[in-house]
């Protein structure tokens, strides 16, 4: 029992290195990285540590985990995961694919209440645009566009979980439908607003035999200012003037 100290290389043939029960066994190499197998009396499981000089840099348990405290470099193209899951470096471009059939999904997790989880599109190490989920502001999908990588800042579009879609700027269709679709029984409507205030609704009347309608309030139900029935018949609420 003691220390075994060798000027020049040690040979195993056969057999382990073994330390003593409840004891640690370290290796130490000329410079400051030494490996220590921790077998205390106090740890749950051994791990198998690495230290720059008295800094773990690294340790992995006899369960497989393993952690690293550094970068990682990985000279090979590929990451495979027990379930069939694969990340594969295409040197431009990372596909990560599902080989097993069991399907694909990735998660973005925080272990924090209210915090983002989002994913930004850089450029040049600088942040364009930002996609995530806001921690901070009821769990809403947002896709925003700053350098900061925020989402709660330049908000281009936001989805609340009731399905509400705001837009932060003008919205664009070329080509396609626009389709606005309720259950029976509900209005739907468009509504015109300025500064939070509805100030104009148009759509369709579902109480009122589906009348098409225009009113200036908040809400198409009830009398309108402009309604065409299912027959073509129009009303019109005020006076029409025709110029021209």
Known sequence: QGTLSCAGDLTVLGGDI??????????????????????????????????????????????????IDGDISISGNDISFGNGAKITDGNSYITMEDTGGAGFKLVLNTQAVDQDSLISFAEGGTPKWNIGNDGNDSDKFKISHNTGGALETDTELTLDTSGNLTCGGSATFDGGDVIINRASGADTQIKLQQGGTTHFCIGLDDNDSEKFKIHSSTSIAGSSDFEIDSSGNVEIGGDLDIRG
Request: aromatic content about 10%; glycine content about 8%; cysteine-free.
């Open 18 to 67: 073994t330390g003593a029960t409840d004891g640690d066994l370290t290796l130490h190499s000329d410079g400051n990285i030494s490996f220590v197998l921790d077998d205390d009396d106090d740890e749950t499981s051994q791990k198998f540590y690495f230290y720059n000089d008295t800094t773990e840099i690294a340790s992995l348990s006899e369960s497989g985990d393993l952690q």
